[in-house]
Each structure stands twice: as C-alpha cells, then as structure tokens.
C-alpha cells in the first residue's frame, strides 16, 4: 500500500506542478498558483525519494514485507475481504443516508455491520440499531440544534 | 506586569459567565463525554473533538468554547482509566500511565493509583491553565510585531514539526503535512479571488470542509483500524478510588517540574499532550532517588503523577499558539480552532481587537473545567471501567453514524458527507502504507496562514534584496528551529534504521 500511496501523491504533486505552471500568467509573488507550484514541488521530489528507497528496498531485502506500516495497520493482506467488506459497507451507508434519511440508513447499516463484525446476539443487534437510529438524532436536535441528513 | 494583572481581571470577570447555568451544564457534558470517550481505547481525544466541533456549530459561543474544552481536558484524561485498568492506553499520552499504573492494579493499588492520577490531572490542566492567563499578555505584545514573513515561518514549522515528531518516517510525515497543505488549497483563493482545482464543482469554490476531513482522518480511518485490527481486553475490578496524598507529598517537586515541561510543550507547535507526558516521565525518573527509580516499570506513583500533570497542562501551552498566532499546538487544538471558525470567528494576533473579552472566555472556561475534572473523574472511574467492557466490535460500529451526522452538522451540507467518506478512505491508505494522519490535519488548517503570509511577504519586500526579508531576526531564528527538526528527525530515523528499531 506504501508503494500506492507513494505513486499517487508522485502524480498529485507532478499534477499540481504542471497546472500551476500553466496557470501562472500573474507575478509570483501574487499568482494563486505560486504556494500551489511549490507544495506540488515538495509532494512530487518527497514522493520520488520515497518510492525509490521502496523499490531499492525491495531489490535488497528480498523477504522484507513492503507493505506493513510503522503501527503495524495491515489493510491489505490476509484481512482483505473483511476490509472491502466494511469499506463496502460504511461507504454505502455515508452515500446513501442523505438520499434515504437518517433513521432507516442507520438501522439497516447498523444490522448489517453488527450482523457481519459485532459477532453478537440478535437482541443485541437489534436494540442496538435501534437506539443509535433513534436516540442519536433526538439528542442531537434538541440538545445541539443541529439538522439531521 | 499590569497587562498580567489586567488579563487576571478580565479572566476573573469572565468566570461568572462561563459558570451561566446553560455554559456551565454544557461544560460538564463536554467533560463526561470526554472522559468516557477518553477511557474508551481506539477512540482519540482527535476523533472526540473532530465529532464535536460540527454539533458545537449550533449552540451559543460561550457553550460551545465551554463544551470542547470540558471535551478536550476529558478525553486528554479519559485515556488513564482503561491504562490503568486495562494496561491499554487509550490515548498514546497515557502509555506511560499504563506502563505504571497496571502493576499498580494488579497489586491491588489500582483505585489509589487511578486517584492520583484523577488528582494529578486535574492539578495540571489548572496549572496549565493559569501558564496561559500569565503568559497570553507576552505573547500578544510579541505577536502584533510578528509579519507576514514569520507567520509564514511558523506555519511552516507546525507542518513539519508534525511530519517530524510522528512515528513514521520523517520523509513520510512531511509527505502528509505537504498532502493537507495541499488540500488546503482548493477553493476560490483568498487574495486573487480565483478558484483552484474546484474542477467547476460549486460546493468546493468555499473550499474544503476541514471538520469533514477531519472526521473522515480521525472518525472513519479510525473506526476502520479499531472494528478490524485491535483487540479486545478484559477489565478487572476496581478498589476505592482515592489519592495516595503520601506520595503526593513527596512529588511536589516533581508535579511542578511536570507542570511546567507540559505548559512548555503544548507551546511547541504540532507536539501536544503524548510528547509532554513522555517527556516527564522521563525527566521525573532521571531525577529520582535510586530507591524511587528502582519502581519505575514495577508500579511508581511518580511515573504516574508526572505523565498526568504534564499532558494535561500541555492544554493550557496548546492553546497559546493556537489563540494568538492561529498556529495549532496540537490536531486537537486544530479541531477547536475549527470550531472557533464556524463560529464566524478568526484567531490570530489581532483577535483581542476583533474579539475583545473572546479568549478571557476561554480561559475561564478552561478554568472551570479544570476545577470540575477531577470530581467528573472520580465520579466516573468505577462506572467506566464497567462500560470498558463492552466489545469495540459492538461499540465501533455505532459510532459511525455519529461521524456522518458530525460531518453534516457542521455546515448542513450533504456534500461534506462525502467529502468526510472520501477522507476516511484516503484516511485508511495512508495509515496502510504507514503516513502518518496529523500532519495532513495540520496542513489543511494552517494552508491558508501559509499561503496568504508568503504572498504578503514577497509583496512587502518586493523592491528590497530577498536578504533583508531572510535575515530578519525571529524568522532566522525560526529557519534554524525548522533546519534543526528537520536534520535532527533525518539523524533519528537512521540511528533507528542502524539499530534495526521498528518505527
């Protein structure tokens, strides 16, 4: 995932630099594209040294693991499916609350990732999901005069 | 001196309005949910105020300053509970609590070792909090004198102080503060008025929501890490919470040593309450007697008063910077500044004049919230440890829809919705491949100081030699802090890479 990491920000930095580079038609010191032009800079020549210290990395240690992080967070080896499942999941359920309410989103999403990661009884499921879908937006609109989506 | 004298007035004729009934309840739910979610492992003092700062954009200013920061001193706390309970810190700055306090638990000690710490905590944060009444006159004088060149500096310095002090890499760190810097820099452009990288969307011309990044950095990608990667720890019973005054006693020293490292670090941009506590803990065990040191790592109140005291007063230290020269000491002074924004309301040196009475509020309010810490503390201590066991894997889940109403709360935007989603999955990346989140949360909020300071520096010294704008005194000064970190981060990740440490 490094690597990834890495080759993206390679291309936002190359990205930033070419249309800052387009754009600045005014002097430098007021262009709006002068701190974009340098920060684009500093993302592609860090991004650079990085994925080659990962590539010379991997040539020399040849059973050296390149993808398991300082805190040891491994997104993306044996847990996979378990991880695209709750991407899956919590993305659907970010997207399609405005479009649904809040309320019936959070009770199906809250079933569903309870169901699949809660590992626990129905009862507790289902009193869960339902006092989370219910309780949170009346907190929230009387106590913090907040909107619900 | 007078202007001390005059900021203790004005501060003590700000404490009856943070103690307004609705202020005052407001201060003590930020706290008790601060400390509960504090106590919780897998959920950050960060991910607490991202959350938060959305809600808080609907209540009254006063309630809303009095709310995160009874938030913010709670969860800073909060994290000592299940350390001491649990051997887990629930916040990195309560590692060494853990390190002390477990054996302490496991000997019997656990609710005096727990109260100490509640006591320690609660002393710090008003330590801290005092730090900032005196020391807020100084740092204003100096801050009118500061340019545009220095603020710049300053920013800069927060970045990259951030990349640098995080466990990662500092190439890697410096990556996601340049990432946030970034981010930042979307929307219509505050000098030229033009929009950059808005791809003609209209909800990215205001820019980019930073309580939604937020949330999506820290609520999300946390959650994520959490629910799949972390453990659950059974909870033992706990004893009479109560001081150990004995050892207290004995620590006086030691408290104020701890107080005044902690007040000094929240200060230093980016390093806040974790590098305090580690710092005093430290510090404390360099400067005991043998017999104290040989209880280090075994169970030492000292250990234990010195990382509670000094990251709880690194509050009051985290604050300054942010207030006056709206440079963050922290993420989660970050988040505030966040809600100070929402607010309508912009710090920096200039906010006594546009904001007169504005900060002796916060002070005050900080004040409160100090004084009530430590009986919400010892109030919760032994209910808490119960709710610790509640599997994350039930507990996580739940707070998701906590994290998609924060983010649309904040502006009432179904945009910011996605916007924290797409975060949260960046969020994830980036913590995969090992880069580290709050420098991205840095840069994002101080890209605009950056950016706008820059510009105006080079407008300022335009028809002047580029030396008279580099070699003014406080910008060299700051050049030379910036080389050093920097250098001094390099030299540390390759004695570590010499010495086969993990990061």
């Given amino acids: 995932m490094a690597l990834a990491v890495e080759v993206i920000s390679l291309l936002l930095g190359m990205g930033m630099v070419a249309s800052s580079l387009s754009y600045m038609t005014a002097p430098a010191s007021t262009s709006p594209w002068l701190m974009p032009l340098l920060v684009g800079a500093g993302i592609a020549v860090i991004s650079l040294v990085l994925l080659a210290s990962e590539l010379v990395g991997r040539r020399t240690a040849m059973a050296a693991p390149d993808d398991i992080p300082a805190d040891g967070t491994d997104f993306s080896q044996s847990t996979l499916p378990t991880v695209l ?39 507790v499921i289902l009193l869960s999901a339902a006092g989370v879908s219910l309780v949170l937006p009346l907190i929230f609109r009387h106590l913090f005069y907040t909107l619900v989506p | 001196m007078n202007n001390v004298l005059d900021m203790i007035v004005s501060t003590a004729e700000a ?81 060494c609590t853990a390190m002390e306090g477990y054996p ?54 927060g970045v990259l102080v951030s990349g640098s002090i995080s466990s990662a890499p500092p190439l890697k760190g410096w990556l996601s503060g340049l990432i946030g810097l970034a981010i930042s820099m979307v929307g219509i452009d505050a000098i030229s008025g033009q929009p950059r990288y808005t791809a003609g969307i209209s909800d990215l011309y205001g820019g980019i929501n930073f309580v939604a990044v937020l949330i ?17 720890h059974p909870s033992g019973m706990l004893n009479r919470v109560s001081v150990n005054w004995r050892e207290l006693k004995k620590n006086i020293g030691n408290f104020f040593n701890s107080s005044v490292i902690g007040t000094i670090i929240g200060i230093v941009p980016a390093a806040g309450a974790d590098i305090a506590a580690f710092v005093s803990y430290t510090v404390s065990r360099r400067l005991a007697k043998p017999e104290d040191k040989a209880l280090y790592g075994k169970g030492s109140y ?35 500044m966040g809600a100070l924004n929402l607010q309508g309301i912009v710090v920096g040196p200039t906010i006594q004049m546009s904001h007169p009475g504005l900060i002796e509020t916060v002070f005050a309010s900080l004040l409160i919230v100090s004084s009530l810490l430590g009986f919400v503390g010892f ?10 066991s509640v599997p994350r894997r039930v507990l996580l889940p739940c707070i998701m829809p906590v994290c998609v109403m924060g983010a649309f709360a904040a502006q009432n935007s179904v945009f910011d919705i996605y916007v924290m989603t797409i975060s949260g999955l960046a969020g994830m990346a980036l913590v995969a491949g090992g880069f580290p989140l709050a420098p991205v949360c840095l840069g994002l909020i101080l890209g605009p100081i950056v950016d706008i300071n820059f510009r105006r520096a080079l407008v300022i010294y335009k028809d002047q030699p580029i030396t008279d704008m580099l070699f003014r005194p406080v910008g060299l000064i700051l050049i030379a802090s910036i080389l050093l970190i920097m250098i001094g981060a390099l030299i540390g990740q390759r004695r570590k890479e010499a010495l086969g440490i993990a990061d």
């Fill in chain 2, 104 to 157: 302490l638990f496991k000997r019997g000690e656990g609710g005096a070792a727990l109260g100490t710490a509640i006591f320690s905590s609660s002393m710090g944060n008003i330590f801290g909090a005092v730090m900032l009444v005196i020391f807020t006159p100084f740092v204003l004088s100096i801050a009118i004198s500061v340019g545009a060149w220095e603020l710049f500096l300053l920013g800069m310095m």
């Fill in chain 2, 302 to 336: 000292r250990g234990i008063i010195a990382a509670e005291t000094s990251d709880n007063a690194s509050i009051g230290g985290d604050l300054l910077p942010s207030l006056i020269l709206a440079i963050p000491g922290s993420t989660v002074a970050a988040a505030f």
């Fill in chain 2, 216 to 232: 999506g950095l820290f609520g999300f990608a946390e959650i994520a890490r959490g629910l799949l990667f972390e453990k659950d």
């Fill in chain 1, 85 to 123: 499942t709750w991407i899956a999941l919590s993305s659907g359920y970010a997207v399609t609350t405005p479009l649904l309410g809040f309320e019936a989103t959070t009770f199906v999403f809250l079933v569903i990732a309870l169901k699949l990661f809660g590992r626990t009884s129905w009862r």
């Fill in chain 2, 15 to 95: 404490i009856p309005v943070a103690l307004a009934p609705g202020n005052f309840l407001f201060g003590l739910l930020g706290l008790v949910f601060g400390v509960i979610w504090g106590a919780l492992p897998a959920l950050s003092s960060t991910m607490a105020m991202a959350l938060l700062v959305g809600f808080s954009a609907g209540l009254d200013i006063n309630a809303a300053i009095i709310f995160l920061l009874g938030a913010y001193s709670g969860s800073v706390f909060g994290g000592s509970i299940s350390a001491v309970c649990l051997n887990i810190p629930g916040k990195p700055n309560s590692a």
């Fill in chain 2, 379 to 388: 109030l919760l201590a032994k209910p808490l440890v119960r709710l610790l």
